[in-house]
């Protein structure tokens, strides 16, 4: 990088932490999102871009229309780290699930195959027990 950049970067670091005017219109809002991304080190996708929308849409307290870049970036980071937090929940939540589904399966099973074996044994009748008794007398 050279010199010239790096002190470009650098000043805008800076400036990022002054307030500014939210963007109005789709040029200005891709101008401000691609300057955040710049600044920052953010990989320029459509997620991001979303975030940051979501972020200005969020700030509907009129005194406080003004944020500054900084505040954007950290405002999308902590988004970030939310959702990654919540995936982490879910991930867990599922894996629960999945074991009592399996427990619950396993134990409904075992009921199952002890019903089939007691259906599947010859009953005994009473004329069966009859004959026995005749048999043996």
């Known amino acids: 990088m050279s010199l010239r950049k790096a002190f470009k970067r650098l000043l805008g670091l800076l400036l990022g932490f002054f ?12 101008d401000f999102c691609d300057q955040i991304f710049y600044l920052y ?4 996708n459509q997620t991001y871009r979303v975030a ?7 700030n509907s307290d009129l005194k406080n229309y003004r944020r500054s870049m900084y505040w954007y970036y950290k405002s999308m980071r ?17 894996a629960r699930n999945k074991v009592d589904r ?3 399966q396993a134990a ?3 009921k199952m195959a002890a019903i089939m074996e007691a259906e599947s044994k010859p009953a005994v009748t009473v004329p069966t027990l009859v004959s026995l008794a005749e048999n043996q007398g």
């Not at 307030?19 to 040029?27: E, S």
């Not at 080190?41 to 320029?44: A, E, F, G, R, V």
């Open 19 to 30: 307030p500014t005017r939210a963007p109005i219109g789709i040029k200005e809002f891709n």
């Open 41 to 44: 080190d953010i990989p320029d």
């Open 52 to 58: 940051i929308a979501t972020t200005i849409m969020h």
């Open 78 to 94: 902590f988004a970030q780290g939310k959702e990654v937090a919540y995936q982490i929940i879910a991930d867990d939540r599922d």
């Open 102 to 104: 399996e427990a619950k």
């Open 108 to 110: 409904y099973d075992a």
